[in-house]
């Protein structure tokens, strides 16, 4: 699976959009992008997954670039239950392993 | 419907003492994975089952670690021997056969603490 780089922690007041990069400079044709959010105490869940451009849904926004290189999480509107571990993924859709890094830590405040 | 559920939820054991750690999938799904999240860490991949195929243990730290999966059902995570160096929260995952679904969604249970004394 292809490495990935992202910030270690981020802080955010609510309200705020909360943009989180992550570079993976060996991405593969195949790869696909895939985000996932852990609150302390829970396992990790599925945010988002994405192959080139732009994909929306009701949680966020991923950001892609044409060269594929990094891609950006969106968060609108953060609340403080956004505050959590987000890990960026990179990998073949049928990828059967998930490798996670340390994530970012958002920290949301008042 | 039921997630993933993992028991027991917390599991203290002395060092040397052997461990069962127990994971039930969501129904239908075929594929069972183990992680290991050390305090402050990411996720460690351990072992991946996949219907009836041999499952993948590349990431088994040691002969101590096993597991096994009944069909496509429960899943135990055996630790053998435990060590201080085992304590972290063991985390399993389900997801459904890859070739139908259009994403490879992993569904996490919350995962057993255990703490070797």
């Known amino acids: 699976l292809a490495k990935t780089t992202q910030p270690i922690s981020m802080d955010s007041y609510e309200g705020q959009e909360v943009n989180i990069t992550c570079s993976h400079n060996?991405?593969?044709?195949?790869?696909?992008i895939t985000w996932y959010q852990q609150f302390p105490s829970q396992g990790p869940r599925f945010i988002i997954q994405?192959?080139?451009t732009k994909v929306t849904n009701e949680v966020a926004s991923l950001f892609i670039p044409a060269d594929r290189k990094s891609s950006t999480l969106s968060l609108p509107r953060v609340s403080l239950s956004d505050t959590a571990v987000y890990y960026c993924?990179?990998?073949?859709?049928?990828?059967?392993?998930?490798?996670f890094g340390k994530g970012t830590m958002l920290l949301v405040s008042p | 419907g039921a997630g993933v559920s993992q028991s027991p939820s917390n599991k203290v054991t002395e060092k040397g003492k052997d461990v069962e750690l127990r994971c039930d999938p969501i129904?239908?799904?075929?594929?069972l994975y183990w992680y290991r999240q050390r305090l402050g860490q990411g996720l460690e991949f351990l072992i991946y089952?996949?219907?009836?195929?041999?499952?993948?243990k590349s990431g088994l730290p040691s002969d101590r670690f096993s597991a096994e999966r009944t069909g496509e059902s429960v899943s135990t995570l055996t630790i053998q021997r435990t060590q201080q160096e085992d304590s972290a929260v063991y985390l399993c995952?389900?997801?459904?056969?890859?070739?139908?679904?259009?994403?490879?969604?992993?569904?996490f249970g919350p995962g057993t603490r255990l703490t070797v004394l």
């Open positions: 995952a389900s997801s459904s056969d890859r070739a139908s679904s259009s994403y490879n969604e992993q569904f």
């Open positions: 060996n991405i593969a044709t195949n790869d696909y």
């Open positions: 994405g192959y080139k």
């Open positions: 993924l990179v990998g073949d859709r049928g990828y059967s392993t998930l490798t």
């Open positions: 129904s239908g799904h075929t594929a």
């Open positions: 089952f996949q219907g009836n195929s041999a499952p993948d």
